[in-house]
């Protein structure tokens, strides 16, 4: 799917791996999207996250399949929405985590750069491109679930809203601007609503 320059039409908002996986189930014009349920939307957020520095190093070969995606999203969905309400997380989804990182577990490695100068690098064995990236993604969530951040993982609870987030800065209360501006909309036509009712 490589080489396809369609863009993503859903939110990327550089986002920890882990929450951008969790948003490829987003809302749009009031009704649910599944960004996998299209494949060449699917190709498109591949592409947009391999491009990231933080998958700098993935090698050649196929791109995880929907399947793969699917199923360590509803682990990372399960846990995101664990953490963001304090609660208890779900045993099988942390082992769909645990083995996602142990299909790639990345070895670091010293390498000669130009001019033999020392430059990092990770050696993977034997995993895929594919195995690669999905290892990334399944260790940016136990990185952010376990981690400083983890008190500041949120669901938006903007109205119609399904997006995680991580919150930032302290004012920052939803996934986007977007969603701030309609949650005071709402609540503004709720306060005149209650007001003409009394
Ligand atoms: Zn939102």
């Known amino acids: 799917m490589r080489g396809v320059t369609i863009a993503y039409s859903g939110p990327l908002r550089d986002e920890r791996l882990a929450i951008e996986l969790h948003n490829t189930v987003y809302a749009a014009g009031g009704a649910g999207v599944d960004a996998l349920d299209d494949p060449a939307q699917t190709g498109a957020w591949l592409a947009a996250i391999a491009a990231r520095e933080e998958l ?4 050649d070969g196929p791109e995880p399949s929907v399947g793969e995606l699917r199923g360590l999203r509803t682990a990372v969905r399960s846990l995101v929405a ?7 997380i779900d045993a099988e989804a942390a082992a769909v985590v645990n083995a996602t990182c142990a299909a790639a577990p990345g ?6 750069g130009p001019d ?9 064995g034997g995993a895929t491109r594919s195995d690669v990236l ?3 993604i399944a260790a940016d969530a136990v990185d952010l679930l376990t981690g400083p951040l983890r008190d500041e993982v949120r669901v ?9 987030f991580v919150k930032t800065h302290p004012r920052r209360s939803w996934c986007s601007n977007g969603c701030g501006n309609r949650a005071r909309q709402a609540r503004h036509y709720h306060r005149v609503r209650g007001e003409q009712e009394t």
């Open 134 to 136: 999905l290892a990334a």
């Open 82 to 88: 664990s953490v963001a309400d304090g609660a208890a």
């Open 156 to 164: 938006c609870g903007a109205p119609g809203c399904v997006l995680a």
């Open 56 to 59: 700098a190093e993935l090698p």
């Open 107 to 112: 070895v670091l490695r010293l390498e000669l």
């Open 116 to 124: 033999r100068r020392p430059v990092r690098g990770t050696a993977f």
